[in-house]
Every structure is written in C-alpha cells, then in structure tokens.
C-alpha cells in the first residue's frame, strides 16, 4: 500500500453518486431539522418551566396537605382533676383529705394529720343557700354562714391543729336561708342535695 | 423561516464536497446525507456568529457529530433472523482489486484514526488544521495518522505497496 492509493481510494469511493448532488432537497432537510431542533429546545425548556412551576406549587400548597400531626387539644379546657366535687389543686393547694355526704345527712367530719399549717379549708353545697357550721378539734370556726366558702391562710393554731398530730373538721349544715333574706335565719334543710369538705395544704412557692 | 444570509448558496457549492468526506467517514450514503444535514441545521443557527469561511466550522460538525452518532450508535445493531447470502468463492478476496481491499481495510480502521487520514488525504489539511477540526493536539494528529497507516500496511489482506499477497 502506499499512500498515493489511499488519496486515489478515497477520491474514488467519494465520487459515485452524482445523484447525491441535490442541494434542495438538502436544504429542505436542514431546514426541517432547523425546525425540529426548535421545537426540541422549546419543548425541553416547556418542561423545565413547568417542573419548576409544579415545584414552586408543590412547595406552596403540600404543607397545606400534610396530616398535622399536632396532638390535638384534650377535651378538658382544665387539666386540674376534680376529686368529689372539688379541684385538685385550687388557691395555691393541692386536696389531702375530701368527704362529701348528701342530705338528709348534715354532718361530715374529716381527720388528718397536717404537715403544715398553711392550710385550705374549703366546703361546696349543691344549694348555696344552704347554712354550714365548721367546727375544728371541737372547736366552733368563727364564721358561719352560706356553704361554698374557703378559708386559706395560718392561724389554724388556735384550734388546736399541729403539724403532725391529728385534727379532725366537722361540717354541718344548719339549714337554709331564703334567698331574699340575710342572716341566720334557718328553715328546713332540703330533702336531697350533697355537700362536701375538704382540705388542702399550700403547695411551696405559691404564697 | 428566513434562510440566513449566504446559506443557500453556502450549501449549493459547499456540500457536495462535504457530503463525501461525510461519506467517508459513515461508508453509507444515506447516513453520511443526514449527517450532513445535521451539520448544516447547527451551522445555520450559528451562521451569524461565524466568522469567515463556514466551511471548516461544518466540517468540525460533521467529524464531532459523526465521532457521537458513533457513540450513541455502535451498540445499536439490530438484530435479524436472516442472514445476508455469503459469498460462494473459496477465497473471500477473490476478484477484488487492491483498491477494494485498501477500502475495506479502511474501513476497519478505528474512526478517528479514519477520519485523520479522510482529513489529510482526501481534505488534504494540514496536520494543524486536522488538530483544530479534531481539537487535539498536532501530535496527537501525527501519532494517529501514523498508527492508521501502519494498521493498513500492516493489514493481512494487503500486500506491501499495494501488491496482494
């Protein structure tokens, strides 16, 4: 082989269809492959456009769609529990001791040994007209009068209440009072109701 | 669509000779016209940013692309049932003459080396002209012809300058 065969080979081979000279259909072609490339760049840049815009609402309107996995709110707008009529915790205390009683009967009476001085006594009646009367160590407490009432703070002492040693609270009801009426008048106790006492100690901190 | 200005008369006197060095690198008259057009649909969307003659910006096309179709191509054959009629001769080269047999060999030359030497004998460009059509290096130019040409003189079926052996 020597080289002037390659250049005649190669001029040869490349030379036989003359028919392959027509250069408007050649141009036709092009032009459809112009036009094809177009429609490829557009379409490709459609996509584009659109994947990114699907993108932009996705980000928009997914977290909308998410499950939300907040827990949802419990039932109870308080999440203090109610024991026998009254809070758990309520004026700074948390209940150690709770009797209730429904009338006829008109006496409740509760023993606790208290670990503090700082001491809630509360009573509830169905009926706030009911009368009470609380009685401490056998003691008669100063006041008397509508049920439903609380007596917070210290000077518990004076009754005989010591931390550490037994105190019992008795709660009776007296009777009732006409609404339109003040003072001690007492008439007779309604037939059916509850009432309760009971007594809490002052939580640290909250005083 | 507006042709550019010059397209036109561009592929009327240019293409003919580009269509056979398309040719001569496919070997298949049909695939060497799309590539050329090919070529050509790339050109005229660049055609106002070239600057000078276009025809060695098509040419690069055409190499390029042809080196990709390649590529993307080559394990692309289709498989068939039939098989082509063989040759009923004892000898398979019996009756082809060396310049057959230099066409053949040619055409079992790896494509870049094919297109060095389609490049230098038939374009008849320079070893840095074939550089810049094939972006590499004017070595790289000289070390592939090279090799191609000692693959054909070396080439069982061709005897040493052109006698058969």
Redesign the interface.
């Known amino acids: 082989m020597n080289l002037t065969d390659l250049t005649q080979v190669l001029d040869e081979r490349s030379g036989e269809p003359a028919a392959q000279d027509r250069h408007d259909e050649r141009l036709r072609g092009v032009r459809a492959k112009v036009v094809a490339r177009r429609r490829r760049r557009i379409a490709t840049w459609t996509t584009c456009a659109v994947v990114a815009l699907g993108g932009v609402v996705a980000a928009a309107v997914l977290p909308g769609l998410r499950p939300d996995v907040t827990p949802a709110p419990a039932d109870s707008t308080s999440p203090v529990r109610i024991i026998d009529g009254f809070p758990e915790y309520a004026n700074g205390a948390r209940l150690v001791a709770v009797e209730s009683a429904a009338l006829p009967k008109r006496r409740v009476e509760l023993t606790i040994v208290p670990t503090t001085l700082d001491l809630v006594v509360s009573t509830r009646c169905d009926d706030p007209l009911l009368q009470e009367k609380l009685s401490i160590n056998g003691h008669d407490f100063l006041s008397h009068g509508d049920c439903g009432t609380v007596q917070l703070g210290s000077g518990w002492d004076k009754y005989d209440v010591a931390v550490g040693k037994p105190a019992t609270f008795v709660l009776t009801i007296t009777g009732t009072r006409p609404l339109d009426q003040s003072g001690e008048i007492h008439t007779q106790v309604p037939a059916s109701g509850t009432f309760g006492l009971a007594i809490g100690e002052r939580t640290p901190g909250t005083r | 669509?507006i042709?550019p200005e010059g397209f036109?008369e561009f592929?009327?006197t240019r293409?003919?000779r580009l269509?056979?060095?398309a040719?001569?690198l496919t070997r298949d008259?049909a695939l060497a016209?799309d590539l050329?057009?090919?070529a050509?649909?790339?050109a005229?969307?660049a055609w106002r940013r070239i600057e000078g003659d276009p025809e060695p910006y098509v040419r690069r096309i055409i190499v390029n692309a042809n080196a990709s179709w390649w590529r993307r191509r080559w394990r692309g054959e289709v498989p068939t049932a039939d098989l082509p009629e063989v040759a009923a001769e004892a000898d398979r080269y019996s009756g082809l003459d060396?310049?057959d047999r230099?066409?053949r060999?040619?055409g079992r030359l790896p494509r870049r080396q094919r297109a060095v030497?389609?490049l230098r004998?038939?374009e008849d460009l320079s070893d840095a002209e074939v550089a810049e059509v094939l972006r590499c290096s004017v070595g790289t130019v000289k070390s592939q012809a090279s090799r191609a040409?000692a693959k054909?003189?070396l080439?069982e079926t061709?005897?040493?300058?052109?006698m058969l052996r």
């Open positions: 669509m042709t036109d592929v009327a293409s003919p269509l056979r060095t040719f001569l008259w016209e050329l057009q090919t050509l649909a790339r005229w969307e060396d310049r230099l066409w060999a040619l030497l389609v004998y038939f040409v054909l003189r080439d061709l005897a040493p300058e052109g």
